[in-house]
């Protein structure tokens, strides 16, 4: 496997909503490839791809697993992500790696709200993809439906390669469009057969709409086809590997995994019509010297070494792993690289190819795999490796906000430190887990994308770290803000007999919409000495971390420093840094500062007859329903916005209002303003806290 060609290399995600089948389906590549020698079942804990011991008991993905494969002399590097919403970072961070990927699709509940997330998020990385429409044997599938959904809700251009025989209980073969050839299935086998004389003038249609399709980016192809001439098997994937490779078209096919129906077929269009890292082509990123010059690199391994670590993992045996995408040159084993977003030199000890939980180790990487690289110590996800006299600094990863607290302590005080370790390391792991200490309350609080988020995290830290914990309940992230500039000089003066501290800044805050956290230095003729401007960046990010009205954290605000002053004995770092800590006290009243609450997206299924009461409920939640098509027959799904803090507890809710028949999904939307009746009700039981604290 070492010795495949680039244009020979795959690396392709599986990603889709939760239960549409991903990793049944990943499983399914696995054994067809001939990796495993029995079939995996996610249902039974069995799945390969799902080794954590939380994804065996939930029977669903939580760390995106990566394996190394091959099919029909081409090596696949496949990631197998997860569906539910709380992972969303999982799905994130390998789309930012992968040159292309199989979008699954349940037959009966086609596009899903998760569907949706990761198609917008795979067209924000321009990556090709082709679809997977499963479970094409259960009651309610509809091939043609989830088609019609991918077009009119992700405006994919999806067109069938396949026509599948029957559906439901009577699905039992595939029609490939291009071959024109029927394959039947019996338990593992394929068998090949005629074309059902029932189904034999759809396929014909069918086919012609996809020559037709094609023809539109394909000159050759739209010569043959409008001068009624032959067109080859070959012609028709020539010009839709094009298609797929500029997202002009996706190309979907069909099957149901479970039942190892039409994932030979799959791999096959894999193959044929997914990129290489040759067809991805050249990577950009800037000079860290001067980052307004942009690197180019081709895919190859003659130019420099480029790579990118987008995932950390710790294991029991071989300790920490990072995973890391080679864009361009090759990595040796036991090499030294340039770590060009921390500016620093490291030795990589080992290099491993991993299947799933077991690890083959090599000597090297080159440009277009993807491996785990050991002995990495202060590498971290976003991180960019090169040669130090060729250095790049390639586009980081965007982490998501996080929307739930909660409180997280030792059973006894002795396990502090091992706690502080475990959770350092799972933050490491998973940038979308925040951990901080409130230094007034003295309390660790945990931060997460949702409830199994959270419950996830402390479940490793039971099973994985051997400890126990105490938690407290859920609560809302909410955040501080500022809405109006102000500007202040302030004084910082202190005597204590002997030396004193002084500190004097002028400075300004400013509403950083969309921006996020920034310190701008604007001091000129050294009124204060360089030395002593890093403090006060420092005192300013320490307000930021703990907030002023409410103790949240504050987001989009700009600290500009404009001048100041020192004396030559009483002036220190602390003193800067206490100095700004106490301004920034003074001059938040003056910038008619906010609370800010995270609002949900919220997508329901509900039955016809409960659609009425749903949308009553999401109204008494200070939620929205901002539209609502037909999900199926009898079924509406209702889309709109919904406060995190309105719904605890609604999951039950929505259960009884519906006698169990309805479901949702909930994710992240944006930070929005309080109301003040509430923004004042939290204020005051803060302050009520502190004071009893005091």
């Given at each position: 496997?070492?010795n495949?060609e680039?244009?020979?290399?795959?690396?392709?995600?599986?990603v889709?909503?939760i239960d549409?089948?991903k990793?049944t389906?990943?499983?399914r590549?696995?054994?067809?490839?001939?990796v495993?020698?029995k079939?995996?079942?996610?249902?039974?804990?069995?799945?390969?791809?799902?080794?954590?011991?939380?994804?065996?008991?939930?029977?669903?993905?939580?760390?995106?697993a990566?394996i190394?494969?091959?099919?029909?002399?081409?090596?696949?590097?496949l990631?197998?992500?997860?569906g539910?919403?709380?992972f969303?970072?999982e799905?994130e961070?390998?789309l930012?790696?992968l040159?292309?990927?199989i979008?699954?699709f349940?037959?009966?509940?086609?596009?899903e709200?998760q569907?949706?997330t990761?198609?917008?998020?795979?067209?924000n990385?321009k990556?090709?993809?082709?679809?997977?429409i499963n479970?094409?044997d259960?009651?309610?599938?509809?091939?043609f439906?989830?088609?019609n959904?991918?077009n009119?809700?992700l405006g994919?251009?999806?067109?069938?390669f396949?026509l599948?025989?029957?559906?439901?209980?009577?699905?039992?073969?595939i029609?490939?469009?291009?071959t024109?050839k029927?394959y039947?299935?019996?338990?593992?086998?394929?068998?090949?057969?005629?074309?059902?004389?029932?189904?034999?003038?759809e396929a014909?249609?069918l086919?012609?709409?996809?020559?037709?399709?094609l023809?539109?980016?394909?000159?050759?192809?739209?010569?043959?086809?409008?001068?009624?001439?032959?067109i080859?098997?070959?012609?028709?994937?020539?010009?839709?590997?094009?298609a797929v490779?500029n997202?002009?078209?996706?190309?979907?096919?069909?099957?149901s995994?479970?039942?190892?129906?039409?994932?030979r077929?799959l791999?096959d269009?894999?193959v044929?019509y997914l990129?290489?890292?040759?067809d991805?082509?050249?990577i950009?990123?800037?000079?860290t010297?001067?980052?307004?010059?942009?690197i180019a690199r081709k895919?190859?391994v003659?130019?420099p070494?480029?790579?990118?670590?987008f995932k950390i993992?710790?294991?029991a045996?071989?300790?920490q792993q990072?995973f890391?995408?080679?864009?361009s040159?090759?990595?040796?084993?036991g090499s030294?690289?340039?770590?060009?977003?921390k500016q620093?030199?490291?030795?990589v000890?080992?290099i491993?190819?991993?299947?799933?939980?077991?690890?083959k180790?090599?000597?090297s990487?080159k440009?277009g795999d993807?491996?785990?690289?050991?002995?990495?110590k202060?590498?971290?996800?976003?991180?960019?490796?090169?040669n130090?006299?060729?250095?790049?600094l390639?586009?980081?990863?965007h982490?998501?906000?996080t929307?739930?607290?909660m409180?997280i302590?030792?059973?006894?005080?002795?396990?502090r430190?091992?706690?502080?370790?475990?959770l350092s390391?799972?933050a490491?792991?998973?940038?979308?887990?925040?951990?901080?200490?409130d230094?007034?309350?003295?309390?660790?609080?945990?931060?997460?994308?949702?409830?199994?988020?959270?419950?996830?995290?402390v479940?490793?830290?039971k099973t994985?770290?051997?400890?126990d914990?105490?938690?407290?309940?859920?609560a809302?992230?909410?955040?501080?803000t500022?809405?109006r500039e102000?500007e202040?000089s302030?004084?910082?003066?202190k005597?204590?007999g002997?030396?004193?501290q002084?500190?004097?800044?002028?400075?300004?805050?400013?509403?950083?919409?969309?921006?996020g956290?920034?310190?701008v230095?604007?001091?000129k003729?050294?009124?204060?000495?360089r030395?002593?401007?890093p403090?006060v960046?420092?005192g300013?990010?320490?307000?930021?971390?703990r907030?002023?009205?409410?103790?949240?954290?504050i987001?989009?605000?700009k600290?500009v420093?404009?001048?100041g002053s020192?004396?030559?004995?009483d002036?220190s770092?602390m003193?800067f840094?206490?100095?700004?800590?106490?301004?920034?006290?003074?001059?938040?009243?003056?910038?008619?500062?906010q609370l800010?609450?995270?609002i949900?997206?919220?997508?329901i299924?509900?039955?016809?007859?409960?659609?009425g009461?749903?949308?009553?409920?999401i109204?008494r939640?200070?939620g929205?329903?901002?539209?609502?098509r037909?999900?199926?027959?009898?079924s509406q799904?209702?889309?709109?916005t919904?406060?995190l803090?309105e719904?605890?507890?609604?999951a039950?809710?929505?259960?009884?209002?519906?006698?169990g028949r309805?479901a949702?999904?909930?994710?992240?939307?944006?930070?929005a303003?309080l109301?003040?009746n509430?923004?004042e009700?939290i204020?005051?039981?803060s302050?009520k806290?502190?004071?009893?604290?005091?």
């Amino acid at each position: 496997m070492e010795n495949f060609e680039l244009q020979k290399i795959r690396n392709i995600g599986i990603v889709a909503h939760i239960d549409a089948g991903k990793t049944t389906t990943s499983e399914r590549i696995l054994f067809f490839t001939g990796v495993t020698h029995k079939l995996g079942e996610v249902h039974n804990g069995q799945a390969v791809m799902d080794f954590m011991k939380q994804e065996q008991e939930r029977g669903i993905t939580i760390t995106s697993a990566a394996i190394t494969t091959n099919w029909k002399e081409h090596q696949i590097n496949l990631i197998d992500t997860p569906g539910h919403i709380d992972f969303t970072l999982e799905v994130e961070r390998s789309l930012r790696v992968l040159d292309g990927i199989i979008m699954v699709f349940c037959a009966v509940g086609g596009v899903e709200p998760q569907s949706e997330t990761v198609w917008h998020q795979a067209d924000n990385y321009k990556v090709p993809r082709i679809a997977f429409i499963n479970k094409m044997d259960r009651a309610g599938a509809d091939f043609f439906q989830t088609i019609n959904m991918m077009n009119e809700m992700l405006g994919a251009n999806a067109v069938a390669f396949q026509l599948p025989i029957g559906s439901e209980v009577d699905f039992s073969g595939i029609i490939d469009l291009i071959t024109m050839k029927a394959y039947n299935y019996r338990e593992l086998d394929m068998l090949e057969i005629a074309i059902p004389s029932n189904l034999l003038a759809e396929a014909q249609q069918l086919r012609g709409q996809l020559i037709e399709k094609l023809a539109d980016f394909d000159e050759n192809l739209m010569e043959k086809f409008v001068n009624g001439t032959e067109i080859s098997e070959s012609d028709i994937r020539n010009a839709a590997r094009y298609a797929v490779l500029n997202l002009c078209v996706t190309p979907v096919f069909c099957g149901s995994s479970f039942k190892n129906r039409g994932v030979r077929l799959l791999l096959d269009a894999v193959v044929d019509y997914l990129p290489s890292p040759i067809d991805r082509g050249i990577i950009t990123g800037c000079d860290t010297n001067h980052p307004e010059i942009v690197i180019a690199r081709k895919p190859h391994v003659s130019e420099p070494l480029t790579a990118l670590a987008f995932k950390i993992t710790n294991d029991a045996y071989v300790g920490q792993q990072t995973f890391t995408r080679i864009y361009s040159g090759e990595l040796l084993s036991g090499s030294y690289v340039f770590n060009s977003t921390k500016q620093k030199r490291e030795r990589v000890g080992r290099i491993l190819r991993i299947h799933a939980d077991e690890r083959k180790e090599v000597a090297s990487l080159k440009a277009g795999d993807i491996g785990a690289l050991i002995g990495m110590k202060i590498t971290t996800t976003g991180d960019t490796l090169c040669n130090e006299k060729d250095s790049i600094l390639l586009e980081n990863i965007h982490y998501p906000e996080t929307v739930l607290d909660m409180k997280i302590e030792p059973i006894t005080t002795k396990e502090r430190d091992r706690l502080g370790t475990a959770l350092s390391r799972l933050a490491l792991e998973d940038p979308s887990f925040k951990v901080r200490f409130d230094d007034e309350t003295e309390e660790t609080i945990i931060s997460g994308m949702g409830e199994l988020h959270l419950e996830i995290i402390v479940d490793r830290l039971k099973t994985e770290h051997k400890l126990d914990v105490i938690v407290g309940e859920p609560a809302v992230a909410f955040r501080e803000t500022i809405t109006r500039e102000a500007e202040l000089s302030y004084r910082y003066k202190k005597q204590t007999g002997g030396k004193g501290q002084f500190a004097q800044i002028f400075f300004r805050l400013e509403p950083n919409p969309g921006m996020g956290i920034e310190f701008v230095d604007h001091v000129k003729g050294g009124n204060i000495p360089r030395e002593f401007i890093p403090a006060v960046e420092k005192g300013f990010r320490e307000v930021v971390e703990r907030g002023l009205i409410a103790g949240y954290p504050i987001v989009d605000i700009k600290f500009v420093l404009i001048d100041g002053s020192y004396h030559p004995v009483d002036s220190s770092e602390m003193a800067f840094r206490m100095c700004t800590i106490l301004g920034m006290k003074e001059i938040i009243s003056k910038t008619a500062p906010q609370l800010l609450e995270p609002i949900m997206k919220i997508e329901i299924n509900t039955p016809d007859e409960y659609m009425g009461d749903a949308i009553g409920d999401i109204n008494r939640r200070r939620g929205k329903i901002e539209n609502m098509r037909r999900y199926r027959k009898g079924s509406q799904k209702l889309n709109g916005t919904v406060p995190l803090m309105e719904m605890f507890g609604y999951a039950s809710t929505l259960r009884t209002l519906s006698s169990g028949r309805a479901a949702f999904s909930m994710e992240f939307l944006q930070y929005a303003a309080l109301p003040k009746n509430i923004e004042e009700k939290i204020i005051e039981e803060s302050r009520k806290k502190k004071a009893e604290r005091n």
